[in-house]
């Protein structure tokens, strides 16, 4: 079925155009945005004619992108990882983590990825294809839909850090920013939005310049080039420097402190001359470090760092009067990796 036949893919203004050309009076529109947002599929709208949903049927429309499949929970924390599918066939993931400022989906924008890192288990297949904007959308209202409750919303915070470079699928991502964020709908202040990347310096920029503001949340994971280079590929078309550059533009347009976000690998970039040479980098910089102990991906063979070394890290780290905290591993036990429960579907390995 044609993406283009996703009504979560249009915004209010764009439905009113919808309704009016298929010769229905232009309040229909904010009913149909309504039933959308609260994850509702043709069937379920009650207070819109018969004929017109048939209508919509018959053309090929859909009303929502995603559809949840299977669930992991977390006996340990309570944190959810959800495999969804979408029209087309293809499987992507996402993972509720529940704190007690409120509960974070972490979202992807694509299927698959290009950047070619070398810890994560998104990339081993490459990029299959970018999700739409309702198809990003439609994550986060499937799982709110079913976790909200009479006092309180299912899906508090989103963080762009699923499969796929939100970056490297710039247009869809900013209209999903825009449709979550819209006062008729989820409502969602793009201020609890985080958008993680690898570094695609111009589009950051040309974030700050479209007006955008989400959390920039950069991938890093090295002190210095030549280390970069050996576990990120997109290294070699961005320099450190360039980011610094990026992020720095970023922040004087937005006023949004950067995280950087720093997985631990051990033997790799672990080391307490890396702590240093990293305190060096980021100094006079409005940010805050994460530490992430690595997720084992067995198709990598990379090992994370043990508690010693990050703890460690991170002490030299704030000795150089540098804001950093370890990141708390949630859902170790319902294969937390990235990627990892899609490719055992596609391999045969899990059932849906």
């Known amino acids: 079925m044609s993406q283009s036949k996703l009504l979560l893919d249009m915004n209010i203004d764009e439905l009113s155009g919808f309704v009016l050309a298929h010769s229905q009076p232009l309040f229909r529109a904010k009913q149909l ?19 017109f949903l048939s209508t919509l049927k018959d053309e090929g429309y859909r009303a929502q992108g995603v559809k949840i499949v299977k669930r992991l929970t977390s006996q340990k924390d309570g944190t959810i990882k959800y495999l969804y599918s979408l029209s087309d066939g293809n499987v992507i993931e996402g993972v509720l983590m529940k704190y007690k400022y409120g509960n974070t989906l972490c979202v992807s924008t694509q299927v698959g990825c290009r950047m070619g890192c070398v810890f994560c288990a ?39 850090m699923g499969s796929g470079e939100p970056l490297d699928n710039y247009d869809n991502v900013c209209k999903f920013l825009s449709l979550v964020s819209d006062e008729k709908g989820l409502n969602i202040s793009r201020r609890n939005v985080s958008l993680s990347t690898c570094g695609l310096c111009e589009k950051i ?22 280390m970069r280079k050996e576990i990120m590929p997109i290294a070699k078309k961005y320099s450190i420097s360039d980011i610094i ?28 001359d890396c702590a240093r040479e990293l305190a060096k980098v980021i100094k006079g910089l409005s940010c805050h470090i994460n530490l992430i102990p690595l997720n084992y991906v067995k198709e990598r063979g990379l090992d994370g760092s043990s508690k010693k070394n990050i703890y460690r890290f991170q002490a030299i780290l704030e000795g150089h009067g540098v804001s950093v905290t370890v990141r708390r591993s949630m859902g170790s036990d319902i294969e937390g990796a990235c990627g990892q429960l899609r490719r055992k579907v596609l391999e045969g390995n899990e059932s849906l």
Do not use: C
Not at 210 to 216: E, F, Q, R
């Open 245 to 272: 550059s990026a992020v720095k533009y970023y922040f004087d347009k937005t006023g949004r402190r950067i995280i950087f976000e720093y997985s631990m690998i051990s033997g790799k970039n672990d080391t307490e």
């Open 122 to 160: 998104s990339t081993l297949d490459g990029l299959v294809r970018n999700l739409t904007a309702g198809e990003i959308l439609g994550q986060v209202i499937a799982v709110n839909r079913e976790n909200s409750t009479e006092d309180s919303r299912g899906v508090t915070n989103i963080v762009l």
């Open 33 to 51: 945005y309504e039933w959308l947002n609260k994850g509702a599929d043709l069937d379920e709208m009650k207070n819109l004619p018969i004929a």
């Open 205 to 226: 920029r040309q974030l700050a310049d479209d007006g955008y503001s989400p959390t920039m949340t950069i991938s890093l994971h090295a002190p210095n080039d030549e």
